[in-house]
């Protein structure tokens, strides 16, 4: 299993506050990673950096070895990059299909002529229908506005969708913390089949059972810092909630 | 030590344009600096000001009125209709309290219909500004009791009317209240994240009800004092003043994102209003001259704290991030 | 039939402006007899033609998530411009009004979009620019044009005893319809008016589509320029204030949300129609004049309480439907 991106001596500053104090990250090809701690432990502002949402204060980003600066989400997204923020993800007043198509639209052709300002509206409709019914995913209608649909839903819109455009790692900030159990083992489901696709999947989560039922490893952030990346078959769900809340059985880990 | 002269920039940046254009008079016109001219631009600016004031913190907790115009005049007209039926006091008083009323029904409007403030306000404005045409019969009127106008226009001292004093004692109250009330706090703290405050059990709908009526109130006073100042009343005399008092706002530094500003802030946006409108009068320039100054000053301002938002931030990164590296 | 009952009730839930209007123009010609007559829908939409193509233009932009103050300021220029222009080249005084139009949207939306000041704020200052730079350059004077040229014909010809503006009107609804709902930039309108983060986590950079709409604006502003020019023969700098209210009123009465992202411009066109309605059926009636402004507002506030309260149940009515299927 080669490397698929690596994070270096990534440094992230809010004005005063640093959110990101130097966080190294390597993440495998296919490789499904758990990225845990407390609150405003910088788990997000981690993964915006790694999505080009911020730039990083300091640092540097590999993609399969090769440097990369991404000065927005687009960039980030051309080597196939791609960020779900819970609920940020999908634009809630456009329909299932406008949603998934977001960014690759199809053109509409006339007389042989693709007309790029043009919506090919019944194609895409087609398309989706025929994609999320073989995800499994029940939507009422895929002409259903997306803020008409449950959170279970829209998470699983939004998974569908990078795989629909073929990322090669996923990052999904708190997918489930909104949602209910069944919904919840969709999500999962999701995540695995991502995983058997071999997209990577960085999942950031409170919720312990969650991460040990799809992570291949666990990463603890506390204060901005890493203080934890371990395999989880090393570990116990006990273990790392004491890393998140800084308790060091006498390991001595901190730094 | 740069950071501190930063700061003192964008706090007296006001003061400073005002600076500048008073030291542009002197070297124009130097009958601009007698007494009478300064008092002239406070004493003209007073009646703006207690509006402003009244709507300041409206503003800090996120809302605004643009009906302020219409409640100004509709009091007026009342307060003048009135004076010759029940007297001028009773006139005035009645006139101050019917803008309890028109800032309770603009809050209940948005606090328990829950409409969009600048709708709800746009919707009454029109609907306060028709009642005064109604009343008028769409023509101007006066009182003509010469008294009346004592109210507006008494002098303090030689050359120093009465409306300066109530400007001051609006400023006073309006600070204090920001300052130093729970009532001040809470305008802040709604304006800075409404649902935080309503999770923690703060009654966001009363005060909010509280703020318009307080804005209703500050500017039916300022409408009283119009009409009592010129002893007239016209329902076209509000157009466009809830636009030029929220543009002078925020000016003086209260954000439209609602949770920030300071009323010392705000009295500095008028002033400079004020000032503006009287050099272009001074140097006799067409008078469409003052609505492109004012124009510029509020794009200024605007776009002037954006660009340094966004550069400070930046800054205090790059340096937050050196000092950090050097102490290890 | 439940299914269709639930449809029903959905559309009329969304499009309540539809109704509105059919429930007025009937009270209206039971007290009018007048009401019913081909001339007299043809007098409204005539008298509201230059307020419907602003109205679209103001739409677009509320559907963006912005909103704009000084399309007043810019009909004006624009109409004074064409005024100005109209003996001089017919050609000219259509073209570039309109251009100028698209250039004062442009800069709104260049503020707005690209530096990211407050649009209200913003076009509130540009409404007091542009108005101011109008008076100063005309003095306040009107403006004079001939009456008997070519350019005469865009407001008072007719083509099959229909005026011309409402041509002018129905094309430009069907224009700005079929740009927000049938294009790519009409999709991104939408979604960066409901939730430009998607937008940007898509990597796609709305800020574009943001300042193109005020520029859209601009120029449908701009042919209402043209229009008003044509039918006032001589213009105003101070014509465009009256427009203010009016175009505000029918874009929030047509079910546009200030919040953006939601707004349908056919919605829109009938608002404008319904605010004829009413200004025509109290000229019918004989409401006094000086009483016409307090029902104007009491319906305008009357209608956003009606709007809101349904909008609501049609949240409600949604969510119980998608509990029960799941
Ligand atoms: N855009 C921002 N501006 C300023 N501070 C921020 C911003 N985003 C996050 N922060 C701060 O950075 C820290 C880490 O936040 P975040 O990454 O959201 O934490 P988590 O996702 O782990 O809960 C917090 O203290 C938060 O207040
Ligand atoms: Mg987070």
Redesign the pocket.
Same mark, same amino acid.
């Given at each position: 299993m080669g490397t698929l991106v690596e994070m270096k001596g990534i440094y992230k500053l809010?004005?005063g !506050?640093c959110?990101i104090n130097n966080v190294d990250l390597t993440i495998g090809k296919g490789e499904v990673i758990g990225l845990v701690?407390?609150?405003?432990?910088?788990?997000?502002? !981690?993964m915006k950096v790694l999505s080009g949402v911020y730039p990083p204060t300091e640092g540097d980003i590999f993609v399969e070895g090769q440097q990369k600066i991404f000065k927005s989400p687009h960039d980030a997204r051309n080597v196939g990059v791609v960020m779900l923020f819970q609920d940020l993800a999908l634009v809630q007043d456009l329909d299932v299909t406008d949603n998934i198509f977001l960014g690759k639209e199809l053109p509409k052709r006339i007389f042989g002529q693709d007309m790029r300002f043009l919506l090919d509206r019944r194609t895409m409709d087609e398309r989706s229908e025929k994609f999320l019914r073989e995800l499994e995913i029940n939507v009422d209608s895929i002409k259903e506005k997306v803020k008409n649909l449950s959170g279970g839903q829209r998470q699983s819109v939004s998974i569908a969708r990078t795989i629909f455009f073929n990322a090669r790692l996923v990052i999904l900030?708190e997918p489930t913390s909104a949602i209910s159990v069944k919904e919840t083992q969709k999500v999962l489901d999701l995540i695995l089949q991502l995983k058997k696709k071999g997209v990577a999947v960085i999942i950031?989560s409170h919720r312990m059972e969650d991460i040990f039922n799809v992570a291949d490893r666990v990463v603890v !952030?506390r204060r901005?810092k890493k203080v934890e990346d371990i395999e989880k078959c090393k570990t116990t769900p006990e273990l790392i909630i004491k890393r998140i809340i800084g308790l060091n059985d006498g390991a001595g880990c901190n730094q | 030590m740069n950071k501190a002269l930063g700061k003192a920039f964008l706090e007296y940046k006001l003061l400073l344009v005002m600076g500048g254009i008073v030291i542009l008079m002197f070297f124009f016109d130097f009958t601009f600096f007698n007494p009478i001219n300064l008092i002239n631009i406070i004493s003209h600016v007073s009646i703006n000001g207690i509006l402003a004031m009244g709507m300041t913190l409206l503003m800090i907790s996120r809302s605004f009125d643009m009906s302020i115009g219409s409640i100004m005049v509709l009091s007026g007209t009342i307060t003048v209709m009135l004076v010759r039926v029940i007297g001028i006091p009773g006139a005035i008083l009645v006139g101050v309290l019917s803008g309890i009323l028109m800032g309770w029904l603009n809050g209940i409007l948005v606090a328990k219909f829950k409409i969009n403030s600048f709708i709800a306000t746009l919707g009454t404005m029109v609907i306060f500004q028709g009642m005064a045409f109604s009343l008028t019969n769409m023509k101007p009127i006066s009182s003509r009791n010469p008294n009346f106008q004592i109210f507006a226009t008494y002098e303090l001292f030689e050359g120093v009317p009465i409306v300066i004093l109530y400007f001051l004692i609006a400023i006073f109250i309006v600070w204090f209240i920001s300052r130093f009330t729970r009532l001040g706090k809470n305008a802040y703290d709604i304006g800075g994240n409404m649902d935080a405050c309503r999770m923690m059990g703060i009654n966001v709908d009363y005060y909010s009800i509280v703020f318009f009526i307080i804005s209703g109130v500050f500017a039916s006073f300022g409408g009283v004092l119009l009409s009592s100042k010129i002893d007239a009343a016209s329902a076209v005399f509000g157009e466009n003043v809830g636009l030029q008092i929220i543009a002078g706002i925020v000016i003086g530094g209260v954000s439209l994102a609602g949770g920030v500003g300071k009323v010392m802030g705000v009295v500095q946006g008028i002033i400079l209003l004020g000032l503006l409108e009287n050099v272009t009068m001074y140097l006799g320039l067409f008078g469409y001259f003052q609505l492109l100054f004012r124009a510029l000053i509020l794009l200024g301002v605007v776009i002037f704290d954006i660009v340094y938002v966004n550069v400070n931030s930046k800054m205090l990164e790059k340096t937050n991030f050196r000092k950090m590296k050097e102490i290890g | 039939m439940n299914k269709f009952y639930a449809r029903f009730r959905l559309f009329y839930l969304n499009n309540s402006i539809i109704f509105i209007f059919i429930a007025l123009s009937v009270m209206s010609g039971i007290l009018s007899d007048k009401f019913f007559s081909v001339r007299n829908w043809l007098n409204i939409l005539n008298n509201f033609s230059v307020t419907g193509i602003v109205s679209c233009g103001v739409a677009l932009v509320l559907i963006a998530g912005g909103i704009d103050l000084s399309f007043g300021s810019i009909l004006a220029c624009c109409s004074v411009f064409a005024a100005f222009l109209e003996p001089r080249s017919l050609f000219l005084a259509i073209l570039l009004p309109v251009l100028l139009g698209v250039l004062l949207g442009l800069f709104n939306g260049f503020i707005v979009a690209k530096i990211g000041a407050n649009p209200l704020i913003t076009t509130l200052g540009t409404q007091w620019l542009y108005f101011a730079l109008l008076m100063i350059v005309t003095s306040g004077n009107l403006v004079q044009g001939n009456s008997d040229t070519p350019f005469h014909f865009i407001g008072h010809g007719k083509i099959f005893n229909i005026p011309f503006p409402i041509y002018f009107f129905l094309g430009i609804v069907l224009f700005a319809w079929f740009l927000s709902r049938k294009t790519l930039y009409g999709k991104y309108l939408f979604a960066h008016g409901s939730n430009k983060n998607a937008l940007f986590c898509s990597g796609i950079d709305s800020s574009h589509i943001y300042m193109m709409t005020f520029a859209i604006m601009g120029l449908l502003v701009g042919i209402g320029g043209v229009v008003l020019s044509s039918r006032l023969i001589g213009v105003r700098p101070t014509e465009g204030g009256r427009y203010l209210m009016n175009v505000l009123t029918a874009v929030i009465l047509g079910g546009v949300s200030l919040n953006g992202g939601i707004g349908s411009l056919v919605n829109v066109m009938i608002a404008v129609v319904v605010l004829g309605v009413i200004d025509n059926s109290m000229v019918l009636l004989g409401v006094p004049y000086k009483d016409q402004q307090i029902i104007r507002g009491g319906i305008f506030i009357l209608s956003i309480i009606y709007n809101n309260y349904l909008v609501n149940q049609s949240e409600i009515f949604r969510r119980k439907s998608v509990s029960q299927e799941s």
């Open positions: 809010f004005g !506050l959110a701690g407390d609150n405003a432990a910088g788990k997000s502002t !981690l900030d950031v !952030l901005g | - | -």
